[in-house]
């Protein structure tokens, strides 16, 4: 199992500016534009998600799409979370979709 680390530790990663944390689960929005735009962003999620095997919950709304990270088997947040969460705003930044600051 992977040692949890607090909201406070995720806020202060590298990376991790679209986050926010809410009870232990770190969430973002990104405003694709486009429901074609979301769906993309989402299939790239999902092969970076497979990669790390850690799997976040996302949704998918016109022109949005959220995504929640915890790491369910520790029970709150870990460094996987911190991994993939940066490695999704890196993702989405080259795709040119901003994320909407809180």
Do not use: C
Not at 39 to 47: E, K, M
Request: aromatic share 4%; hydrophobic share 45%.
């Amino acid at each position: 199992m992977t040692d949890r680390i607090t909201a406070d530790e995720f806020r202060a990663a590298d990376g991790v500016g679209d986050w926010t944390v809410v009870e232990d689960v770190a969430h973002a929005v990104f405003r694709t534009g486009s429901f074609a735009a979301g769906v993309a962003l989402i299939d790239r999620i999902g092969v970076l998600a497979d990669a790390a095997n850690h799997h976040p919950d996302v949704d998918l709304r016109y022109p949005s799409v959220t995504v929640r990270l915890t790491t369910h088997d520790a029970g709150g947040l870990t460094v996987k979370d911190v991994a993939l969460a940066r490695a999704v705003s890196q993702l989405a930044d080259d795709l040119g979709v901003s994320a909407q600051k809180a």
